[in-house]
């Protein structure tokens, strides 16, 4: 395991640098690194290192340093990870450590790492002084990254979902994927609380927006208002105990949720919902007789801690994980949802969902709870999406992503070529596009 790797290194090397030393250089050796090291990975020889989920070593440090000096004792390195690393400049070069590419290795390397740095700043102070909608910035990365990704050349290897193996046949067999997206009309009780929550947190968010910080934080009590509109930040959402006490405060959202999971759970062969004018339209149920129950659902909501209530009320039961969830109740929740027939919808959060594979589900459900995204936040959720419910599935999957009507939203889009986002240009969320 990684830890093991770097248990390994902190027992042969110290931390003290070697002056002048490059910030990848390897520290020194302790001085029991002879009797030692025969007793540690770092004693033998190896044909292959394969080293999975390689963004966990992209950072400067013991990590990083404990990796590359593995890598050294093997004939051939092989660094694999599904996760869009690239989120800085650095990242691209650490990678070129870990693939051995002279390049990356070298003082030049480190001049040349400083002096983007250097211009990255520059170009975010020019922006400032100038017009703060000029995307100075990204064009700088991308010059940068497009430098640096020519030193990859033949280096590479990208799984996609049309890659063919060997006999020129498809990779993964996926389903076609259908995605639906739809903005939904709050009430008039929702908007009114939502605009007073919401006003004191524009300035500071349009000024974190013209100088290109990307946070997951901004409108935090808009979005959880999204969900759930409270009269004050600091209200406690109520304990609902009926249908009736629901709808006298039912959030339009987590109600749409509801109605479209009870649609789909009906029966297998149910249509797609669609919406209208920020209203869904629930499409009637096939006449035949003959039908099947076997189809899961995944919800992702970045607030999950009430909605389980809700799903009781309407007779649901629902499983649910959350950045809370400790890792054996964790592995107990996914098994149960893969294995049994009546488990059929799980809610998760981004915390929550980190490294799971769940490919038994037909149907994954973004509840978008926000007006406006800070770049690339939602990327990645929907990116998972993607290939989540589609790996292993012969049924055809679909994925529903309501949000707000008429307010933008983050959609699919790939970022300009070499910039430094996994993806990061926003989109109306109901607008056609290719999912990636």
Known sequence: ?????????????????????????????????????????????????TWDEAQGIRNAGAKHLAALRLFEQSCLRIIMTATPIQTSIKDISAMGRTIDIPYFMTEQAHRDSVADATAIRRAKLEREEQDPN??????????????????????????????????????IQLPELHIVRGGLKLTDRELQILDVVTIPDLHDASLANSRNITSNNFYLEHRMGVSFARETTNASIPLFTSISDWEEKKSTKIDCLVRMVQHILLRDDMPPVEFVDGVPVFGPAPSTTAFTRDIKV??????????????????????SISGKTGYDQRATVVNKFENDPDSRVLIFSKVGSTGLNLTRASVIIFLVSTDIQATGVLSAEIET???????????????????RAETPCLGVSPARDGYSGPHSVCSRCWKEGPAR
């Open 385 to 403: 999406g993607s290939t989540l419910v589609r790996s292993g599935r012969s049924s055809m999957p679909w994925a529903p992503a309501p949000s």
């Open 134 to 171: 000029d995307d100075t910035v990204s064009e700088v990365q991308a010059e940068i990254c497009a430098r640096l990704r020519n030193k990859f050349e033949g280096r590479v290897i990208r799984r996609t979902s049309n890659s063919l193996n060997s006999d020129g046949k498809p990779l």
């Open 1 to 49: 395991t990684p830890q093991s790797v770097q248990q390994d290194y902190g027992s042969l090397y110290s931390s003290t640098r070697p002056h002048r030393a490059l910030p990848w250089d390897p520290s020194e050796r302790l001085f029991t690194y002879g009797s030692k090291v025969g007793s540690t990975l770092y004693g033998l020889e190896y044909l292959t290192v």
């Open 298 to 319: 995944l919800v992702y909501q970045e607030f999950p801690a009430f909605m389980g209530l809700v799903f009781a009320l309407h007779g649901i039961p629902v499983l």
